[in-house]
């Protein structure tokens, strides 16, 4: 069974630096795209970065310069290096991965899957 699991989330003051992490787990035989989303309660969740698996990265327009996507692909983790926070950051981040495993009748499939999200919360 896949899993994915955030960690690094917390307070942090204005102007500060946050890292975010995500492990995949489980019986995997690869992973391609992978991202990290945010989402504000009553908001629509909104793709932050994205990374592919030969490490092209894509940002919304609101990050970029500040924040860095990365990922290690032998530890099956990705990250989220948040510098210049700003209030507006403020909301829970969940990571996906579009991971790649073998099916009972021995075919790789791909299925997307998420995490359950960390809160980033910034504020002085």
């Known amino acids: 069974q896949v899993q994915l699991v955030e960690s690094g989330g917390g307070l942090v003051q204005p102007g500060g630096s946050l890292r975010i992490s995500c492990v995949v787990s489980?019986?995997?035989?690869?992973?391609?795209?992978m991202g990290w989303y945010r989402q504000a309660p009553g908001k629509q969740r909104e793709l932050v970065a994205s990374i592919t698996r030969d490490d092209t990265e894509t940002y919304v327009d609101s990050v970029k310069g500040r924040f860095t996507i990365s990922r290690d692909n032998a530890k099956k983790t990705m990250y989220l290096q948040m510098n210049s926070l700003k209030p507006e950051d403020t909301d829970v981040y969940y990571c996906n991965a579009k991971v790649l495993t073998i099916s009972l009748v021995q075919k790789v499939v791909q299925n997307d899957y998420w995490g359950q999200g960390t809160q980033v919360t910034v504020s002085s």
């Open positions: 489980g019986r995997i035989f690869g992973i391609n795209d």
